[in-house]
């Protein structure tokens, strides 16, 4: 198993662009999530998805938009990237939103210019 | 309000010696306690958690991690460390009774084991 699986590793944006982060688990969980890490600050979580079907805001959703696009797959659109938004992105998934450890892919190291 | 702290940027120990991460938290009502260690490059990985229990829990790689409800603490530990645990530690706690997906993650510990 892969487990979860992101792409791209790296991007460089300038000001402006659109893209979206792709993310993928095998493990057949139910809740997925998008984070971000910033030196000195840890993660936060941009949003989540507790179930197929639903997505919420989660502390620092400005800026970002998700689609949870089948049970497997979670992906993050920036809409108009700002320098402010780089930042490494992990996405993560868990069996339930409750009680369960989250396993986390590699990362993507953004670099807004 | 809900919130974690790792008061300890880095912590320094020689190998084969005991070591200690700390993590204090506060929820209003009952915490769910993990810990993840992230390796340079990596996503976290999942060492252990506290749900309800047994104060003590044991995880991957030798380590535990002791539940205190009066002093709020989820401290990480390990009885004799390896250079290869060397890496950056995350505690992250969720309000039990809160009915909503909250998990706030702390700033991360950097441990460097001294060969």
């Given at each position: 198993n892969a487990g979860v699986t992101q792409t791209?590793?790296?991007?460089?944006?300038?000001?402006?662009?659109?893209?979206?982060?792709?993310?993928?688990?095998?493990?057949?969980?139910?809740?997925?999530?998008?984070?971000?890490q910033?030196?000195?600050?840890?993660?936060?979580?941009?949003?989540?998805?507790?179930s197929e079907g639903t997505t919420d805001k989660g502390e620092v959703p400005n800026g970002y938009n998700?689609?949870?696009l089948n049970k497997r797959e979670f992906s993050?659109?920036?809409?108009?990237?700002?320098?402010?938004q780089t930042s490494v992105y992990?996405?993560?998934?868990?069996?339930?939103?409750?009680?369960?450890?989250?396993?986390?892919?590699?990362?993507?190291?953004?670099?807004?210019? | 309000a809900q919130s974690v702290a790792q008061p300890e940027d880095q912590v320094n120990v020689a190998e084969g010696n005991p070591l200690t991460v700390k993590c204090t938290y506060s929820v209003s009502g009952n915490p769910y306690l993990f810990w993840y260690v992230q390796y340079p490059n990596r996503g976290l990985q999942f060492l252990l958690k506290y749900?309800?229990?047994?104060?003590?829990?044991?995880?991957?790689?030798?380590?535990?991690?002791?539940?205190?409800k009066s002093q709020t603490s989820f401290h990480l530990k390990k009885p004799s460390a390896l250079v290869s645990d060397s890496a950056l530690y995350f505690c992250a706690v969720r309000d039990a009774t809160s009915g909503t997906y909250k998990y706030i993650f702390g700033t991360g510990t950097?441990?460097?084991v001294l060969a």
């Open positions: 791209p590793k790296f991007q460089v944006l300038k000001t402006g662009q659109s893209m979206t982060l792709q993310c993928a688990q095998d493990m057949n969980h139910n809740s997925m999530y998008w984070y971000r910033d030196p000195g600050m840890g993660l936060r979580l941009i949003y989540y998805s507790a998700v689609s949870r993050l659109r920036l809409e108009s990237a700002a320098p402010s992990f996405c993560a998934s868990s069996q339930a939103w409750e009680a369960y450890e989250q396993y986390f892919g590699p990362g993507t190291r953004l670099t807004v210019t | 749900i309800t229990g047994d104060n003590l829990v044991k995880g991957s790689y030798g380590f535990e991690a002791e539940f205190n950097r441990l460097k």
